[in-house]
């Protein structure tokens, strides 16, 4: 199902959801897959933060390193953190650590297979996700008023590696840039720096917007979706909604059984449809697109055939997610 198709149906399952008190809604979460499948397959990941020290000793150079680290660092603990918090490594936990760099050339040069290595060994990791590189470049930012002096431009650049471990191999990278806008009444500025509470504040910022984008790209994600199911109709259907509510699916499918085998054809469609949720709810997809079936043969209604087409689309992604594992 395309992109547009899928936000159609959603929209129409929100509009029936608004326009019907018979209905009652709830906000789960499924599991949002992105384009890549880089990390499908991995099973222990280490977070690294790539810093490089200050060139000398003059100040310019150690406040501008500090920065840049401060960058680095924090980027890498956020990625740790989303990934913490979807379920491919939630039960796990995800080492970190930081690697010092010295490299002068002005491109990126990959982690010599000296560190991979070393990394490998400490670790047992598979995949190493790799803050390759942070910088931020901070200057004065000119709003147009004469009597406004402390706003300032903080231009953010941040580059990531993927590598397997055991081929010693990148499998994908990913670049980022960022232009924040700060203001800062206390900031300090120096020969060849400019630093300030506010103006860290932004670095660290931008470290978490780019673990966070970085997780958009290549780890799957939880995503609220609403839900909705029929609560009116009969004293069963009433105390079957309160079992729902409180997330007992189960008992509220033995209720929803006896109402669809009840003999009312308005009811059972509706309970079919409610078992449908009730097995979504515990991961049945294929039995709960089964139910959708039996409630549009019982009396097709927009709403089962709306749900319908938002659980094949989940068994699609499952499938492709699978596939890419395999």
């Known amino acids: 199902m395309s992109k547009l198709k899928k936000v159609l149906v959603l929209s129409v399952f929100a509009c029936l959801l608004?326009?019907?008190?018979?209905?009652k809604a709830i906000t789960i979460q499924t599991l949002s897959y992105p384009k890549s499948s880089v990390l499908l397959g991995y099973q222990k990941p280490l977070v690294l933060?790539?810093?490089?020290?200050?060139?000398?000793?003059?100040?310019?150079?150690?406040?501008?390193?500090?920065?840049?680290?401060?960058l680095a660092v924090e980027a890498a603990l956020w990625v740790r953190e989303y990934m913490n918090d979807i379920p491919m490594f939630a039960a796990d936990y995800i080492p970190f650590t930081i690697n010092k760099r010295f490299d002068t050339l002005k491109s990126i040069p990959l982690l010599s297979g000296g560190v991979i290595d070393s990394l490998l060994a400490e670790y047992s990791a598979d995949v190493i996700i790799s803050f390759e590189y942070g910088k931020a470049n901070i200057?004065?930012?000119y709003t147009g008023d004469p009597f406004v002096e402390d706003h300032f431009q903080v231009a953010?650049?941040?580059?990531?590696?993927?590598?397997?471990?055991?081929?010693q191999a990148v499998v994908n990278h990913l670049l980022i840039r960022d232009t924040l806008y700060v203001s800062d009444a206390y900031a300090f500025e120096g020969d060849g720096f400019i630093t300030g509470e506010e103006i860290l504040s932004s670095v660290v910022y931008a470290g978490n917007s780019?673990?966070?984008?970085?997780?958009?790209?290549?780890?799957?994600?939880?995503?609220?979706?609403?839900?909705?199911f029929f609560s009116k109709g009969s004293d069963q259907m009433k105390e079957a909604t309160e079992f729902a509510l409180q997330n007992q699916w189960i008992e509220a499918a033995?209720?929803?059984q006896q109402v669809y085998h009840s003999g009312n054809k308005e009811l059972s469609s509706k309970a079919a449809f409610?078992?449908?949720?009730?097995?979504?709810?515990?991961?049945?997809?294929?039995?709960?697109?089964?139910?959708?079936?039996?409630?549009?043969?019982?009396?097709?209604?927009?709403?089962?055939?709306?749900?319908?087409?938002?659980?094949?689309?989940?068994?699609?992604?499952?499938s492709i997610r699978s596939a890419n594992v395999e």
Do not use: H
């Open 139 to 141: 200057s004065a930012y």
């Open 210 to 228: 780019f673990a966070a984008k970085f997780a958009a790209q290549f780890v799957p994600t939880w995503r609220d979706e609403e839900r909705i």
């Open 18 to 23: 608004a326009g019907c008190a018979s209905y």
């Open 156 to 167: 953010v650049y941040g580059f990531w590696r993927i590598y397997n471990t055991q081929k």
């Open 254 to 256: 033995s209720l929803w």
């Open 274 to 318: 409610n078992l449908a949720l009730a097995n979504e709810m515990n991961g049945n997809f294929e039995v709960a697109l089964g139910w959708l079936s039996a409630s549009i043969d019982t009396m097709k209604t927009p709403e089962a055939q709306s749900y319908k087409n938002i659980i094949e689309y989940r068994i699609k992604e499952i």
């Open 49 to 70: 933060a790539n810093y490089y020290p200050a060139k000398s000793k003059q100040v310019s150079d150690v406040v501008n390193a500090s920065v840049d680290s401060i």
